[in-house]
Antibody, heavy 123, light 110 residues
Framework: QVQLQESGPGLVKPSQTLSLTCTVS??????????WSWIRQHPGKGLEWIGY???????YYNPSLKSRVTISVDTSKNQFSLKLSSVTAADTAVYFC???????????????WGQGTLVTVSS | QSALTQPASVSGSLGQSITISCTGT?????????VSWYQQHPGKAPKLMIY???KRPSGLSNRFSGSKSGNTASLTISGLQAEDESDYYC??????????FGGGTKLTVL
């Protein structure tokens, strides 16, 4: 059973960079057919896809966040990470890591999720 | 891109059926058979319920079903049970390796 676990600071100051790591267990991040994703949820709001990465390093980002987002992968540690720069209070949210699943390059859903971690942007 | 449109809330009695709609555009829901649905209990991670519009993950109750017509996808839950009370979110592929979610629907079981 694949499990994902987010880790990182719960408080970030405005204008700084938010950094989170997702550790994958129960399966290799280098397995084909999966993209490793970040999704966030503003307090009391809906979900927002941030982006995802393939184990080879190929990345795809939400156009609305693309200028501030970097997702990277460390296959030796079975981890992938999120960096979001120049944060403001509007970036306060619960951040989830998730596995996007499908067939080859055809993805159809996010089938495994971490429990989520609340990141608050405040001075 | 804009979020998909879902009703803020729906309700139904135990044993009854309800349907939650998810309206997008011809650029997302209408163009791809890649709508998925997620159940999220308070403080928990979302759980995949439906993918590719109508397919259920292995082991999921057949009380949950999905469909699509034009730019609108729907999730139907039959034989409502108390544990179905939750928030539900739709999601669609929107092209160019981009994904969009709905605003969520709160289901109340009466």
């Amino acid at each position: 059973q694949v499990q994902l676990q987010e880790s990182g600071p719960g408080l970030v100051k405005p204008s700084q960079t938010l950094s989170l790591t997702c550790t994958v267990s129960g399966g290799s991040i280098s397995s084909g057919n999966y993209y490793w994703s970040w999704i966030r949820q503003h307090p009391g709001k809906g979900l927002e896809w941030i982006g995802y990465i393939y184990y080879s390093g190929s990345t795809y980002y939400n156009p609305s966040l693309k200028s501030r987002v970097t997702i990277s992968v460390d296959t030796s540690k079975n981890q992938f990470s999120l960096k979001l720069s120049s944060v403001t209070a509007a970036d306060t949210a619960v951040y989830f890591c998730a596995r996007a699943s499908g067939y080859g390059d055809y993805l159809h859903s996010f089938d495994y999720w971490g429990q989520g971690t609340l990141v608050t942007v405040s001075s | 891109q804009s979020a998909l449109t879902q009703p803020a809330s729906v309700s139904g009695s135990l044993g009854q059926s309800i349907t939650i709609s998810c309206t997008g555009t011809s650029s997302d829901v209408g163009s791809y058979n890649l709508v998925s649905w997620y159940q999220q209990h308070p403080g928990k991670a979302p759980k995949l319920m439906i993918y590719e519009g109508s397919k259920r993950p292995s082991g999921l109750s057949n009380r949950f079903s999905g469909s699509k017509s034009g730019n609108t996808a729907s999730l139907t839950i039959s034989g409502l049970q108390a544990e179905d009370e939750s928030d539900y979110y739709c999601c669609s592929y929107a092209g160019n390796s981009n994904w969009v979610f709905g605003g969520g629907t709160k289901l109340t079981v009466l």
